[in-house]
């Protein structure tokens, strides 16, 4: 099994058609929401959403991302890092940030939400180089109306887990 890494621009397009039909809506629909939300400016069409979807419109800007995720009513970190972490043949995905830099889906979307840091200390040329960047990220980098976002975010989170836990009913034990 061979990790394969993944740029984020490539994986919008079959986000984009995920969460699509899940919405129930026809490329031109989507098309048809993202005019009615007044997303003229980038020209979205049926037709430019059929190529980003089929892989044939591979580099996605910025915008883009944040005007297809409000359409859709999703984060737009979602239409960016895979959910699972593995392709259609069962190998896991990296997502290549640039550089030498591959992470997992998971740390990808945990950096992007501004809960933990990319970079680790092996990233570093030193030790020290290592704890000035952890504690620029952490610290310097992050205002605390964000961390306490977070945090009351996590207590939220963990209470509908709690609840969606005992709405679901487990059919063994093994998986208890």
Do not use: C
């Amino acid at each position: 099994m061979a990790v394969r890494n993944i740029t984020p621009s490539s994986y919008v397009g079959p986000q984009v058609r995920h969460f699509r039909t899940r919405r129930g809506l026809k490329q031109q629909e989507l098309a048809d929401r993202l005019h009615a939300l007044g997303m003229t400016a980038t020209g979205w069409s049926q037709t430019k959403i059929h190529k980003l979807e089929s892989g044939k419109l591979t580099r996605v800007l910025v915008d883009d991302v944040f005007e297809l995720a409000a359409a859709l009513d999703v984060s737009p970190l979602y239409l960016l890092t895979p959910m699972p972490p593995f392709d259609a043949a069962g190998d896991p995905l990296k997502v290549w940030i640039g550089g030498r830099i591959a992470r997992w889906p998971r740390d990808v979307r945990q950096w992007i939400r501004g809960v933990r840091p990319l970079l680790g200390r092996l990233d570093y040329r030193d030790d020290d180089d290592a704890r000035a960047g952890q504690r620029f990220y952490l610290l310097e980098s992050q205002p605390l109306s964000e961390w306490q976002l977070i945090e009351k975010t996590g207590s939220y989170a963990s209470r509908v887990v709690g609840s969606i836990e005992e709405l679901t009913p487990v059919d063994s034990e093994e998986e208890a």
